[in-house]
């Protein structure tokens, strides 16, 4: 075997390795649901504590589970990203929350976390959840893993950002978009459920 292949044989173990499905599946947040661990400590990117009650938005939160070696979160980055202008231009705060074990993937640890907003010039908190408290209350299982809470605090969306994780040109469902839409102007999403996509969060 040249090396070459050897090369694509190590990328493809890789990225299996990171979307396999997790030994036991977590039951998600319930729609309606207040937001869970709103107290709970986590880690900003300069090593202060932040609280998902300290951070919530006037108009509504959105809570994505995030990654830093996650294949679908780097194809996802950017429409995040754009999305990101229009949540916080209507008063829904975003929040990355990264709940991976830093211990085993140094990669997702609060440092990689601040170098990667810093990079991609993240205009959102990114904190890291040391020990995945906020992720199991949630019943998050993927990165990205997305839940959109309203003005009065309860989850109104979850699940996947669009219906394309390869593909941003191939789109035919923004589910996230339409959601936050329906959230700033009071309404309730037309599709306020969808299956997550991506690498499994490593807990």
């Known amino acids: 075997m040249n090396v070459r292949s050897l090369c694509l044989l190590a ?3 890789f990225v299996w390795l990171w979307i396999m499905p997790t ?3 977590q ?3 319930p729609l309606g649901s ?5 107290s709970h400590p986590l880690i900003s990117t300069d090593g202060s504590e932040q609280t998902l009650a300290s951070l919530q938005g006037a108009e509504g939160t959105l809570v994505i589970f995030w990654s830093n070696q996650c294949p679908w979160v780097d194809r996802y980055e950017d ?5 990101q202008e229009r949540a916080q231009a209507n008063e829904i705060a975003l929040v990355f929350i990264n709940s991976n074990d830093a211990s085993a993937f140094p990669d997702e640890s609060r440092e990689a976390n601040r ?3 810093r990079a991609r010039g993240y205009g959102a908190p990114y904190v890291k959840d040391p020990q995945g408290v906020v992720a199991r209350a949630f019943g998050a299982s993927r990165t990205p893993h997305v839940f959109l ?3 009065e605090g309860s989850l109104v969306y979850r699940g996947a950002i669009d219906d394309s994780p390869g593909d941003p040109e191939s789109v035919q469902e923004q589910y996230l978009l339409e959601a936050i839409e329906a959230v700033a102007t009071g309404d309730t999403p037309a599709t306020s459920s969808t299956r997550a ?3 499994t969060i490593k807990l």
């Not at 429409?79 to 999305?83: E, I, K, Q, S, T």
């Open 11 to 13: 990328s493809l173990l």
């Open 149 to 151: 809470f309203d003005a």
């Open 27 to 29: 039951e998600q947040l």
């Open 197 to 199: 996509f991506g690498c």
């Open 79 to 83: 429409r995040v990203l754009g999305l």
């Open 115 to 117: 170098e990667r907003a």
């Open 34 to 38: 207040s937001m869970p661990e709103a």
């Open 23 to 25: 030994a036991q599946a």
